[in-house]
């Protein structure tokens, strides 16, 4: 494997890990249960602990096998809390149990918060798992969305999961707690940003992208959201304090700081090609937002009752996924940025004639956060030193990235 310099000794596998595919909330941009695949329909509202049992040895095998030394499990759902406490501790212990004699286990949780009390904080600080809590902003943009099945918002009861949350962290139970919030049409940027860390002090957060693809995104709303982008990053800017970490800024920034950019670069789409999901029948699929795009990457037919990590690897969808990843599409070819960007992120990608190779629906956006950055860091750093560097980016992306199996 030609570039894998750095990358291998902190190599890990991504698991996304359906333990729950019910919801206690009903968020209309959900694309677990509203982007087409229905598969949550017919499978188990929960992972049974056999199903647990054989996920675990199907990631320590394959991690052995692979020579992979950390995996590393998000515990989702639909909501992953309403497996009920009992399962819950049964799985995690499960897969404590069946991986950690193989590779290093991380495991971290993402709630919606509702049915969160000191009991689940416990069994967190216990199993030794992290939580991140989803939240879109202050009450009138949370509740516009996040609401239950009777239409109700969700925002009080989040904000004191929160509270309960940062308690238990500054009492040492439990990690740093992390947020997550979606971006909506027609927010501030300003405002969400100053109240998920001014009002609420949730000083690691991230904001997540419509998971859209050409065949299904909005002009409308990709225009939207390259304003909110830059709105966000001034904030950022303009707070100038190295704590609060915003996830995706930091990933655009990094790159043009460091000279292991480029292989910052190529950790990028190794954690891409070495993401997969596990939906709680036990079936493995690519990164979970790729099930909605077609049936072939809904049900791969691979089982962990039935196949290896290896196997499914080998598989010319997942080969075929590797390729693409590893290669900007054509029309990025001329980009100045495409050794940090690469095209984006696969579903943004995704049209059905020409499959990935289209640049990201996002890409305007991206070109606007490189250049302001860019533009940024002229104040303090030589800015040849920033060009040299992305030149050499550059070229690495188009002509020497490719990933052998
Ligand atoms: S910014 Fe746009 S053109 Fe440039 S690499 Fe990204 S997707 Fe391609």
Same mark, same amino acid.
């Given at each position: 494997m030609r570039l894998m310099t750095t990358r291998m000794e902190s190599r890990k596998l991504f698991v996304s890990f359906k333990?729950?595919?019910? #919801?206690? @909330?009903? #968020? /209309?941009? #959900?694309y677990f249960f509203f982007n087409g695949d229905e598969s949550h329909k017919s499978n188990p509202a929960s992972m049974s602990v056999a199903t647990a049992e054989r996920a675990g040895k199907f990631l320590a095998e394959g991690a052995r096998a692979l020579e992979i030394p950390t995996v590393s499990v998000a515990l989702h759902g639909g909501e992953p809390l309403m497996v009920g406490k009992k399962r819950f501790r049964e799985i995690a212990e499960t897969l404590i149990r069946t991986i950690t004699p193989h590779a290093t286990l991380q495991m971290g949780v993402q709630t919606n918060?509702? @049915? @969160?009390d000191e009991e689940w904080i416990k069994l967190f600080s216990e199993l030794n798992i992290s939580v991140g809590i989803s939240i879109d902003g202050p009450k009138h943009v949370n509740d516009s969305v996040r609401i239950d099945k009777k239409k109700r918002g969700s925002y009080d009861r989040i904000v004191k999961a929160i509270a309960l949350l940062q308690k238990s962290h500054k009492e040492g139970l439990i990690g740093e707690p992390g947020a997550l919030a979606v971006i909506l049409p027609g927010t501030s940027a300003k405002e969400i940003y100053n109240h998920i860390v001014h009002d609420l002090g949730l000083w690691k957060f991230d904001f997540m992208l419509p998971k859209d693809s050409w065949e299904n995104y909005s002009p409308d709303m990709t225009d939207f959201i390259e304003g909110f982008s830059l709105e966000l990053l001034e904030c950022w800017l303009e707070d100038? $304090? /190295?704590? =609060? $970490?915003i996830r995706t800024m930091k990933n655009f920034f990094a790159p043009f700081l460091t000279d292991f950019g480029v292989d910052m670069r190529i950790n990028y789409i190794v954690d891409l090609i070495e993401t997969i999901t596990i939906r709680s029948n036990g079936d493995v699929s690519p990164d979970d937002s790729l099930p909605s795009i077609s049936e072939e990457y809904r049900h791969t037919g691979c089982n962990v009752a039935t196949s290896t990590l290896k196997e499914f690897y080998s598989n010319p969808l997942w080969t075929d996924l590797r390729r693409t990843v590893s290669t900007p599409p054509e029309a990025c070819a001329k980009c100045e940025w495409v050794g940090y960007c690469g095209g984006g992120e696969l579903i943004t990608r995704y049209s059905k004639s020409k499959k990935f190779n289209n /640049?990201? =629906?996002?890409c305007s956006r991206n070109k606007a956060l490189y250049s302001r950055i860019r533009q940024y860091l002229s104040t303090y750093i030589d800015l040849k030193e920033v060009d040299e560097r992305t030149r050499r980016s550059n070229e690495l992306a188009l002509n020497e990235l490719v990933l052998d199996s």
């Open positions: 333990m729950s595919e019910v #919801c206690n @909330l009903e #968020c /209309p941009y #959900c918060g509702v @049915l @969160l100038d $304090n /190295p704590q =609060i $970490n /640049p990201t =629906i996002y």
